[in-house]
């Protein structure tokens, strides 16, 4: 009955608007029949009458016009709504935040979204940097970035990049005055810089791989930090050994300025995944964020 009402209060709208059912029927593109069969099931459905017809004109009558003040304003909104939405999927807008860790953000999230922004100018981005395991839901973040063995079970996963190994990273200068570390438990007799986690407080333990096995080390050194960059940059001034993605590396490794160790104890891993709750109906702006983080192989 909703939808028979809906549809038959649109046509009483016009017809009420026009005082004409020829001018109305012509508007609605539909026949004059069409149209007075369509209010007259209204008024039978309804038991009341909606319209007072002359040979002259169409005027609504005292409860048609209540009706019209009644309803009006909202089927107003509701066809205004349904015209931005259509107009939204040739211009898509509104505001879409992720939440990502600072490295997924400058290296594949903004090289990504960089060209998408440029041509649609009222989709509006907002990053929030972070590196703990942010509740999406609950801060009311649209989507966030995580390493794949990261994402919670209940998410829709997006693999936005490329499998990821860890390194082990020093300056050639720590490591002319050291010796190089030929196994991961070797770490135990360096300085090695720390990395706290945001999530438990505790620091990061070093996980490698050692004849099919997993080998996780607990490294200890003079400094700790809470950001890769900062543990990198103290490795480059030779402070000790760092342990961070290989692509957080690649820039410092080939300029000469650290030097990889450990490099056969560090397994392939799952890369960075665009994580969301459900697979409700995105937004046109959502959607196109979506397609353009899609990780594609080459």
Known sequence: MLRENIADLMAFMVVAEEKSFTKAARKLNISQSALSHSIKNLEDRLHLQLLRRTTRSVAPTNIGERLLELYTPHLVAMESELKNLCETIDHPSGTIRITAPDYAAKAILWPKLCPLLAKYPDIHLEISIDYALTDIVAERFDAGVRLGEQVEKDMIALKIGPDLRMAAVASPHYLETHSVPETPRDLLEHHCINLRLPTSGGFYVWEFE????????????????????????????????????????????ASGRL????ENYCPPFPGYYLYYPTRR??????????????????
């Open 210 to 253: 050692e004849n099919g096995h997993e080998c996780k080390i607990r490294v200890e050194g003079q400094l700790s930090f809470n950001t890769i960059d900062q543990a990198l940059d103290a490795a480059e001034a030779g402070f000790g050994i760092a342990y961070t993605t290989e692509d957080a590396v690649v820039e410092r490794v």
């Open 259 to 262: 030097k990889r160790i450990l």
């Open 281 to 298: 109906q995105h937004t046109a702006a959502f959607q196109l964020v979506i397609d353009s983080l899609r990780y594609k192989a080459l």
